[in-house]
T-cell receptor, first 116, second 115 residues
Framework: DTEVTQTPKHLVMGMTNKKSLKCEQH?????MYWYKQKAKKPPELMFV???????INESVPSRFSPECPNSSLLNLHLHALQPEDSALYLC???????????????FGPGTRLTVL | GENVEQHPSTLSVQEGDSAVIKCTYS??????FPWYKQELGKRPQLIID?????GEKKDQRIAVTLNKTAKHFSLHITETQPEDSAVYFC??????????????FGKGTLLTVNP
């Protein structure tokens, strides 16, 4: 299995809602990532988990809360979002860069989030 | 932090022509440089990558060259086809505190191949 999967594909939520995005991979990768992508822009890194521990938080607002329950799963919990948070949220996975020669990072299809 | 500049932002070519996209990076410690292709509404897909111990890598119609001294790398697509039309992102692997690494992306190039 060489795919990263994400659910849901689309999500519409109000500013007071709580929702979660889910990501799964079965490639044995031990690094997983959340990116935010606005239209016509590059992916913008939010969080990195390495060996199920949060290793990078790019100063993301606390209304985004990541969770890595095990080496195959990555969640992003959303609460009290703003309309400007509407974007494509991409999950990715790879082997952790340190010590690895196989650095390829694979992206999931993304969740298109709209905050009303 | 690392800065990756990508040019041009848009590129239009005729089918069969070659396309070249160029990127420069600022961190001399960067040692891994992937290229991603993103079609409209789809995920970014890795199309080729190069490590700093190699000057050139080729995969069929796609090639990447790296000049470590000048800190720039380029994507070359030969015999372009309409299905090559997409946004292309270059990236550089950079250290992000301690032993953590991340990819920094260029702003992207919208390539249009006209039939």
């Amino acid at each position: 299995d060489t795919e990263v999967t994400q659910t849901p594909k689309h999500l519409v939520m109000g500013m007071t809602n709580k929702k979660s995005l889910k990501c799964e991979q079965h490639m044995g990768h031990r690094a997983m990532y959340w990116y935010k992508q606005k239209a016509k822009k590059p992916p913008e890194l939010m969080f990195v988990y390495s060996y199920e521990k949060l290793s990078i938080n790019e100063s993301v607002p606390s209304r985004f809360s990541p969770e890595c329950p095990n080496s195959s799963l990555l969640n992003l919990h959303l609460h009290a979002l703003q309309p400007e948070d509407s974007a494509l949220y991409l999950c990715a996975s790879s082997q952790p860069f340190r010590g690895a020669t196989n650095n390829e990072q694979f992206f999931g299809p993304g969740t298109r989030l709209t905050v009303l | 932090g690392e800065n990756v500049e990508q040019h041009p932002s848009t590129l239009s070519v005729q089918e069969g022509d070659s396309a070249v996209i160029k990127c420069t990076y600022s961190d001399s410690a960067s040692n891994y440089f992937p290229w991603y292709k993103q079609e409209l509404g789809k995920r970014p897909q890795l199309i080729i990558d190069i490590r700093s111990n190699v000057g050139e890598k080729k995969d069929q119609r796609i090639a990447v060259t790296l000049n470590k001294t000048a800190k720039h790398f380029s994507l070359h697509i030969t015999e372009t086809q309409p299905e090559d039309s997409a946004v292309y992102f270059c990236a550089a692997r950079v250290r992000s505190g301690g032993s953590n690494y991340k990819l920094t992306f260029g702003k992207g190039t919208l390539l249009t191949v006209n039939p």
